[in-house]
């Protein structure tokens, strides 16, 4: 989805401090509220005091949103390069349009995983069936930055159904195992490099230890965690250190996603462009503005500029 606002970022290289301490938690991030053309996201990566975690370069929790009937999320083609998108919805349906030709609706429990590459151009409305009447919207956008070996590869469009994502159970708590490995279990998600993604969904007073990764941290979509000494309230991320055998606890019921992976290094970003090089984010940023990206196939006839 895009950022829709100019988010000119210097290069950043993400800190691997190693804690002195026992702490688990390192850093708590209060999410920031954005519009987006009707409806509002909390913008949780990046921010000042942390660029990324492992290859997560971007966290929006969109909603949960309430559209009356007629209404709906509505953004129009717009470009992304040398990055993968997710989108993962609790809540609603999305339709997903690019300019591979993919027309896919996006529903609760799927993974829709868009890697831009060299270049892509997509687009996210909804279907006519679900404006017709009142709805909710509520779920994940993320992005991740592709190795640079990888950023320029072709772009692709991969969709996974809920059914094909593993569900484990972990000290009785139901968890999906949505990118990367974790508790026995693997997804059949395509990733680049070590990417971790979990959901799970505790009640009051149940745990779950973290997965190992190099860089790991949870966010809450709903309810309040606690680890170690440090309260997670709802709508916060808590980068987590690298302290062994770390377990998070429901204060409240919870639903929460803990995502991490490899370090990757230096990144730029600017506006919906993710890249290790600024001279390539001139570049598309030119190209968006000459309209020479690829069209976004049955919907060629509207786009979003590029921001001054």
């Not at 895009?2 to 301490?21: H, I, L, M, Y």
């Not at 190795?147 to 569900?167: K, M, N, Q, S, T």
């Amino acid at each position: 989805m895009s950022t829709q606002a100019r988010n000119p970022e210097e290069a950043f290289e993400q800190d691997c401090v190693k804690p002195s301490g026992c702490k688990s938690v390192e850093l708590l991030i209060e999410p920031r509220d954005r519009d987006l053309g009707g409806f509002s996201v909390r913008r949780v990566l990046p921010t000042t005091q942390r660029r990324m975690v492992g290859p997560w370069i971007f966290f929006d929790h969109m909603g949960p949103a309430e559209f009356a009937a007629g209404d709906g999320i509505n953004v129009r083609p717009h470009p992304h390069i040398n990055l993968a998108t997710v989108t993962y919805l609790f809540e609603g349906e999305i339709l997903h349009r690019d300019s591979l030709g993919s027309l896919q609706p996006i529903r609760p429990g799927d993974v829709n995983l868009m890697v831009a590459g060299r270049g892509i151009t997509h687009s996210e409305r909804e279907r006519p069936e679900v404006t017709k009447t009142a709805h909710r919207l509520h779920g994940l956008q993320l992005w991740l930055a592709l190795p640079e070996a990888d950023e320029e590869i072709d772009p692709a469009f991969y969709h996974y159904p809920d059914d094909d994502i593993p569900r484990v159970e972990v000290n009785g708590v139901p968890t999906r195992v949505i990118m990367g490995s974790a508790y026995e279990a693997t997804s059949p998600v395509k990733v680049f490099a070590d990417t971790l993604y979990v959901e799970a969904h505790l009640r009051a007073g149940q745990s779950i230890p973290v997965p190992d990764a190099d860089e790991r941290a949870v966010y809450v979509a709903e309810g309040e965690l606690s680890a170690g000494d440090t309260k997670i309230p709802e709508y916060a991320m808590a980068v987590l250190s690298d302290k062994p055998d770390i377990e998070l606890t429901a204060t409240r019921d919870s639903r929460i996603a803990i995502v991490g992976g490899e370090h990757l290094g230096k990144r730029y970003m600017e506006w919906n462009f993710v890249s290790s090089r600024r001279e390539r984010i001139e570049q598309a940023k030119s190209e968006w503005k000459a309209q020479t990206f690829p069209k976004v196939t049955g919907d060629e006839d509207e786009f979003i500029p590029m921001p001054e």
